[in-house]
Every structure is written in C-alpha cells, then in structure tokens.
C-alpha cells in the first residue's frame, strides 16, 4: 500500500472509530426525564449514606464564631470540617431520605384506590417494618447480652436483666434513646428526639408511620397543592410542631414534598436545574453562614439550619443529575443494594466488638502513626468511607451464607 494510499486509510479508520464512540456516547447519555431522575436518586444512594456515617462520627468541635484557635491551623481546619462533615452538610441525607421515599410511593400512584393502597402497604411491610424489627431485635439483644455480660462477669445484681426487660423492652423498638432535649422551636417549647434501640432506624420508624398516613398526604396534596407544602415548610423551619415521637416533622415534609412531585407528575432533577441559578448561590451563602454557627449546636443556627438543609437537598439532586447527564454516571448495583444495610449496620453494637463504626475507628487510631491533629483529621476523613467498605464485606459474606435471610435485613434489596 502507498503512502498516500496509508495514510487515507487511517484517516477513514479514525473517522469511523469517532463516529461510532460519539454515536455510542450519544446513545448512553440520551436518557427520558424519568431514567435520568430514577439514575439520579440512584447515585444519591451511597453518598447520602457516607453523610450518616459522618453525622455519627460526632467530632468533638466548636463553633468557629467562638473558637479559641486560629481556623487556619491544623487544629482550625479540623474543626471547620468536623462541622460542615458532621453538622451542617451531611444534614441533608435522612431529609433527602424522606424526600425520595415520599416521590417513589407516589409515582405510580396518581390516582387513589384503597386496593392500591393496601398493596404498597404489603409492599412495605417487607421493605421497612420486616427490617425494622429484626435490626431492633438484633440490638435488642445485643444489649441484653452486655447486661447479662455484667451480671456473670462482675457480679452486678441479676435483677438488672429483669428490671431493664421491663422498663425497656417495648422502648428498644421505638424510643429507647433520647436526644436534642436541650433546643427550642420559635415559640421557645423545649424539642426532643427519640429512636430506637439501633438508634438510625429512627429515620425507618418515622417512615413506616408517615406510609401509614399516606392517605392523609395524598389527598393534602391533591386539596392543597402547594399551600399544604408550605405549610409543612413554615413548620418545618419553625419547629412548631406537636411532640409526637414518631411523627416528625422532618418525615412529614419531606415525604409530603416528594408525594407533592410525584402526584402531580412533576420531575425533581427538572426542578431543580429550573432555579439553579438562585438555587446554587443561596445554598452557598446558608452553608457558610450555617457552619459558623455551627448548624444546629447554636441558637443562631438553628434558625439557619432548616433552610440551608432544603436548599442543600435540591441542590444534591441538581449536581448528582448533572453527573448522571452530563458525564453519564451511573450508581454501582452493589452500592445502591448495599445502602439500607450500612445504615442499619454501621452504628449497631455489638458485644466486646463494638459498632463497626467504633471499631474501624479504633483500628486505624493503632493503624495511623503519629498523635496529633493531622492524624485526627486522617482518621475523621477515612473512617466513614473504611467502614461502608466493611460493612459492604460482612453483606457479600451474608449474602453467600444466608441469602433469603439477608434479603429481609436489607429490605428486599
């Protein structure tokens, strides 16, 4: 072959080869309304669930209006990440959470029947309370084990094992732990959280309860429209709200706000790229103003919390829709059907072990040299991220050994 002849071959191979890649591209990252807002809640899934990780890493930090240190040394940048990691922006996982769950028991289901109904009911039963109550079994246990660990080790009365079943045992499965007893809503009543005995299924219990009343949110939708979201927004950041445990605000806006899109055939990635451009800048200037007033640990940030916390959950869906189409990602099957199970996971305890949290924690303090903040920075960044991949791990070995019964604890998934 001629030169000539050569090198117009190459140019005809390139030109073919290109065209096939950016048909093959094209042919990718062309998705309808609905695949790109399904790929998108699909790839919010693992991250949101490192943002819980995060929030129960609970970093011993201040405010950096009051810090006594300079927030440009290592102590400073600490500090300012332990608040925007574990206060400020990772507050909108569980909110997002809500949000999503709300939109996908509505999207097929615009209009009412109670047979429909009744089927998404049964539905859940195995996606939520099957879960919840086997994980609040298992720390249930795990308590009682400790308890009885005492009574036969250090000789601590037997009578504790009775008193705390008594005191206790419907508690564990609903609101055996209590915190954020010392904040106020704007009328200045006294707040209180509550969860059960594994303390992140709070988020699963106000679900299953919000799900129950799906009857009450689908026809507030369909009467008030957008009224009854904002005045689940009004309350929401105002925190005035009846202190009912288990009925949350946070569950009943958010659900009621994705129930709102989805009744109403409303896409959320469109949503939100429509107001991006007050969207984006606003959820900047809340986060900084949040993080100085350390999110929710002061009085100035509770005001400012709730507010950034929405903005910040339209703008995850914005940027996670913008990787979706623009640079065509897509989520793991493994990382999406392993969310439920790090979250139910991660924070559960476990006799001598601990939590997985705690002991991947433990670990990488041996593990990483030095004692001073840099390694408490190392270890804060890595901890979450080392403790999903364990939990990912102990979740393929269950699966291998006991699939049907893995099926259950991670929600059919």
């Given at each position: 072959m001629s030169v000539s002849g050569r090198s117009m071959h190459i140019k005809q191979h390139r030109f073919i080869m290109k065209k096939f890649f950016t048909c093959n591209s094209n042919t990718e990252s062309v998705l309808t309304k609905e695949q790109s807002q399904s790929a998108t809640i699909d790839l919010l899934r693992f991250p949101l669930a490192i943002m819980v990780i995060f929030i129960h890493m609970s970093p011993s930090v201040v405010s950096p209006l009051v810090a006594d240190f300079n927030l440009l040394s290592w102590q400073g940048i600490y500090n300012v990440l332990g608040v925007v990691l574990s206060h400020v922006l990772t507050g909108i996982a569980v909110p997002t959470f809500f949000m999503i769950s709300g939109f996908l028991f509505f999207v097929n289901f615009r209009q009412w029947s109670w047979d429909g109904y009744k089927n998404k009911i049964r539905s859940r039963v195995k996606t939520l309370l099957i879960p919840y109550i086997m994980w609040n079994a298992m720390a249930l246990i795990s308590v009682l084990l400790c308890v009885t660990g005492g009574v036969l080790l250090k000789g601590k009365p037997s009578y504790g094992i009775v008193y705390f079943l008594r005191e206790n045992a419907w508690h564990a499965f609903y609101d055996i732990h209590e915190w954020d007893t010392t904040r106020v809503n704007w009328l200045g009543i006294g707040l209180r959280m509550t969860g059960p005995c594994d303390l992140p299924l709070w988020f699963l219990r106000d679900l299953i309860i919000v799900t129950l009343l799906s009857p009450v949110v689908y026809y507030s939708v369909k009467r008030l429209g957008r009224v009854i979201v904002l005045l689940l927004f009004l309350a929401y950041i105002s925190r005035i709200w009846p202190l009912v445990q288990g009925i949350s605000v946070t569950a009943v806006f958010y659900f009621t706000t994705g129930a709102y899109f989805a009744v109403n055939g409303l896409n959320i990635i469109e949503f939100a790229s429509k107001y991006r451009r007050l969207l984006l800048p606003m959820y900047a200037l809340m986060?900084?103003?949040?993080?100085?007033?350390?999110?929710?640990?002061?009085?100035?940030?509770?005001?400012?919390?709730?507010?950034?916390?929405?903005?910040?959950?339209?703008?995850?869906?914005?940027?996670?829709?913008?990787a979706v189409i623009r640079y065509n990602m897509r989520a793991s099957r493994l990382l999406v059907s392993s969310c439920?199970?790090?979250?139910?996971?991660?924070?559960?305890?476990?006799?001598?072990?601990?939590?997985?949290?705690?002991?991947?924690?433990?670990?990488?303090?041996?593990?990483?040299?030095?004692?001073?903040?840099?390694?408490?920075?190392?270890?804060?960044?890595?901890?979450?991220?080392?403790?999903?991949?364990?939990?990912?791990?102990?979740?393929?070995?269950?699966?291998?050994?006991?699939?049907?019964?893995?099926?259950l604890l991670s929600g059919n998934k």
């Open positions: 986060l900084v103003l949040t993080t100085m007033y350390d999110g929710m640990n002061t009085l100035v940030g509770q005001k400012l919390y709730p507010i950034c916390i929405c903005l910040g959950v339209f703008t995850a869906f914005h940027v996670a829709s913008q439920f199970f790090i979250y139910a996971f991660h924070d559960l305890s476990i006799p001598i072990v601990g939590s997985p949290l705690y002991a991947v924690r433990a670990v990488l303090s041996r593990l990483i040299p030095g004692d001073c903040v840099m390694e408490k920075i190392a270890i804060y960044l890595v901890t979450p991220f080392v403790t999903a991949a364990l939990c990912i791990v102990v979740l393929i070995v269950l699966r291998k050994l006991f699939p049907k019964k893995v099926m």
